[in-house]
């Protein structure tokens, strides 16, 4: 069974989403709080407790003639908490989504799928325990020691990928609880796996493209990541020329103020340079953390939509402590317009990150939310 009448899907999830906001929200869902270990594999698995999770790995390719291409696959799950005590199997006790793109400088604006579906009939899922999430023929999953695999056939291409860690997770925020706003009940458990190696194959009408590059991949769960005050965020995933990772994120008001944010700088091997802010984490990596006052974004140019009309600041100069960081974009046009399926429009697209000096640092990709209208999780 091939899953494409998407936006009957999103109609399904609205009445579901208008049906939890009647109830009055019975259902307690738990917390996310700091001093929770994570554990791997386990924790690479799903969190059906809580009200949001997602899987999110976006990367850079090439081709055989060495053409760039920026890559994203997301798999979303989401315990909408109605109706739980009915016993048919056709309530929609989860229901997952997916989003995959491919940035490709040649055709100029982003090639796009969705997907959505409730769990459930071997159709759709994410087990518990270990990596393997799925809505029909979209999959990713975990197939060996630090090896993932995903494929996904959309109607405008096809991507086959098989993506090697070099290094262990990097946990995010205080070992991976990290905090999205002032009260530290909005937060995630967060952590990410940069530096991924990615072969493989794209497909895109009847060219078919031998492919490798380098990846990151975002694992993140939660019941309440953002407060009243936000209404979006910024998102900066990069992986170092060098072998390090850098993530920054912001918060922002309904005036684009920024609301809270955050940064981690890790590097490749043991930190040698005597800096005591910086240590190791959990999982042996050289990291640093840094606190919303350490982290600013200044928007540098901006691009309009021709078809919402959104505009979105897709170049910036971005501090992280006493670093000013300069983010480009591959393209411009990375809009995905993903309301047939999780509701929102967003800006997701493969960037550069630049020293002050203009010196290539890393490539990565870049999140832009809420530029339309409130992201609603």
Known sequence: MKIRAVPALAVLWGMLAGAACAAGSTLIYPEVVAGHVLQFPRDEGSH??????????TGWLED????????????????????????????????????????????????RDERAAREGFGLAGASQGDLAVAIDDWWLRRTGDQVYRTEVTGAQFTLQLELRATSP?????????SQKGPERRSASYYYSQPQLRVSGHL????????????AWLDHEWSSSIMDEQARGWDWLGVNLERGGALMAFR?????????????????????????????????GRAARSFSPGEVEWIPLR???????????????????????????????DQENDASGSTGTVYWEGAVRLYDER????GRGYLELTGYGARVRL
């Open 64 to 111: 055989e003639q060495g053409a760039p291409l920026g890559f994203q696959v997301t798999f979303f799950r989401s315990r909408p908490g109605v109706d739980e005590a009915n016993p048919s199997r056709f309530a929609a006790r989860q229901v997952l989504f997916a989003h995959a793109a491919i940035s490709d400088p040649r055709v100029g604006r982003l090639l």
């Open 203 to 214: 497909v895109v009408g009847a060219h078919r493209y031998r492919v490798r590059g380098s």
């Open 169 to 177: 997770p990097l946990l995010q925020g205080q070992q991976g609880f």
């Open 358 to 361: 203009e010196r290539l640092l």
């Open 251 to 283: 918060m922002r008001t309904a005036g684009g103020a920024q609301h809270w944010a955050a940064a981690t700088v890790s590097s490749a091997a043991s930190n040698g340079s005597g800096d005591e802010s910086a240590g190791n984490d959990d999982t």
């Open 302 to 332: 901006r691009w309009l939509s021709p078809r919402t009309g959104i505009e979105y600041p897709v170049e910036w100069l971005v501090r992280v402590g006493d670093r000013k960081l300069r983010v480009r974009p591959l393209m411009d």
């Open 48 to 57: 059906p407790a809580f009200r949001t999770e997602w899987w999110y790995i």
